[in-house]
């Protein structure tokens, strides 16, 4: 059996059925030349039938892309194939993805029909869809909720009529690990010709086992994972590709591996959460805001002594420049004064204890403290010693109007003036203040929180610019959010700039 697991992402297709994710031709060619960077093996790049739109999304990223198999997704019906071939047609590597359910709800309820005539109408499609391409992969829709023993039917027949690939999808994420694993390991036992097509996963997250039904999978015989990025998908989301991705190069020991390129998998979650307007949860593994972030006085404490204190994963495997220690009421003297030597400050250990119960009483008060409340404890006033300041903004926005900011800013005491229009007032200020300070910055997150509540509360804004590969952080509060999202920006500029 192969030791490889080949990754097969249906963010394009299942991913994009989220409702109001939806996008458009140009965005999914960018969305499919980063998975083609990532090293995904196969792209199901969309359900030509359903709709003009994904006919010609699939048309144009098989132009677009080299190296991944291009996939089309069908229906056990002719019409469906003859569309999804005709779509194929520029693929350098071309897949037809067809089938019919199997369970005996979907028997039943969906067609209306019994499991002699389902097994038919499986053989058919699978012969109809090898007319156009020699790589077709089955999928037994529902085959989590299916009887084994039919199933194991289904997969001997269908691969005996030509189907490369057999996809065995928990469609409603309703199995436990133990009990997908063991569909899996009775289909590798139970079907003669098993050894001449490859086993795949689609696994649902309704019960938040997508991960863990997937890896039961792999452990039991399978050796493609359907996946996407951010684990974007139908309903609760489908099995998140970054987890998989991590999880076998972490257990080196399993003896299998994929060839994603790990260092790509940050940029393609933010492209993907980006595009679709979907933010990824702070605690999600692997991409999330949190994931590598650290507010435990003792678990800063082992992470500054040796990262695998309290990380199984270094950040740059997964393309993060570094941890993050966040200080909060609950961190320790460790973490203040390794911020503290961040910020260029250095004091003796007498005075850190006087900086650090100070500090206390200002976290108790504070849910995050910022460089600023540091460096004020320490007697630093750091606005004083910001080479770029915001002098005057103003901005005029609003319905039907096209957004335009004018801005002054400080640099080093000499004024500069520039005015730019943009997608809105935040939009409109960040392009004049780039017009000010010429160099290539890209904003990679933009969060805007408030204090307190009420009209008049003051917004605090996170932001994060990647500035030369490396991520800067900048933060700022203000009761107007347009000057508090400026002086973000300003904030992480001032980190990188000379």
Not at 23 to 35: G, H, M, R
Not at 85 to 90: G, H, R
Not at 154 to 162: L, P, R
Not at 214 to 233: D, F, K, P, W, Y
């Amino acid at each position: 059996m192969s030791d490889k697991v080949f990754i097969f992402d249906t963010t394009l297709r299942d991913g994009e059925q989220v409702p109001g994710c939806q996008l458009n031709t140009v965005e999914k060619i960018q969305v499919a030349k980063a998975l083609e960077s990532l090293g995904v093996d196969v792209i199901e790049a969309g359900f030509p039938v359903s709709s003009p739109g994904d006919f010609n999304s699939v048309v144009e990223i098989s132009k677009a892309v080299t190296w991944p198999t291009i996939c089309a997704l069908t229906r056990s019906v002719e019409k469906d194939i003859d569309v999804a071939a005709e779509a194929l047609k520029y693929a350098k590597r071309k897949r037809i993805h067809t089938g019919i359910g199997t369970s005996d709800y979907h028997i039943k309820y969906k067609f209306n029909s019994n499991r002699d005539e389902i097994l038919q109408r499986a053989i058919a499609c699978v012969k109809y869809a090898k007319k156009y391409v020699e790589d077709v992969e089955f999928y037994a829709e529902d085959a989590g909720r299916t009887d084994n023993e039919y199933l194991a039917r289904v997969v001997e027949a269908v691969i005996k009529a030509g189907a490369t690939v057999v996809n065995i999808p928990d469609t409603t994420g309703y199995c436990l690990p133990d009990v997908y694993g063991a569909k899996i390991r009775y289909l590798m036992e139970n079907v003669p010709n098993i050894h001449k097509a490859v086993i795949s996963t689609h696994c649902h997250n309704d019960l938040g086992m997508a991960t863990a039904n997937t890896m039961s999978g792999i452990l039991n015989g399978a050796r493609q994972v359907e996946v996407a990025v951010n684990g974007v998908g139908e309903r609760a989301g489908n099995t998140s590709l970054e987890e998989i991705a991590m999880i076998l190069r972490c257990h080196k020991n399993l003896g299998v591996h994929t060839d994603i390129n790990t260092q790509h998998i940050m940029h393609s979650s933010r492209l993907v959460s980006s595009l679709m307007n979907m933010p990824v949860q702070p605690n999600k593994a692997v991409v999330g805001r949190n994931a590598f972030a650290h507010s435990s006085g003792i678990h800063q404490d082992g992470v500054l002594k040796n990262r695998e204190n309290y990380e199984i994963m270094d950040p740059k495997d997964v393309g993060i420049d570094e941890n993050s220690i966040v200080l909060t009421a609950r961190s320790g003297r460790a973490a203040l004064k390794h911020r503290l030597q961040l910020l260029g400050v250095e004091i003796g250990d007498e005075r850190l204890q006087e900086v650090y119960q100070e500090f206390l009483k200002l976290a108790d008060r504070k849910k995050v403290i910022n460089d600023e409340d540091i460096l004020l404890l320490t007697g630093e006033e750091r606005s004083e010693k910001k080479r770029i300041k915001l002098d005057h903004l103003q901005v005029v926005s609003g319905k039907g109007v096209r957004a335009v900011a004018s801005i002054t800013l400080d640099i080093a005491g000499e004024k500069f003036e520039a005015t730019a229009s943009g997608n809105g007032p935040v939009d409109a200020g960040i392009k004049a203040l780039k017009r000010i300070i010429n160099r290539e910055m890209t904003l990679q997150e933009f969060l805007i929180q408030a204090i307190a509540k009420g009209s008049d509360d003051t917004g605090k804004v996170h932001m994060q610019v990647e500035h030369q590969g490396s991520v800067y952080y900048g933060f700022s509060g203000n009761t107007d959010i347009i000057t508090a999202s400026i002086e973000a920006y300003i904030d992480a500029i001032n980190k990188f700039v000379d």
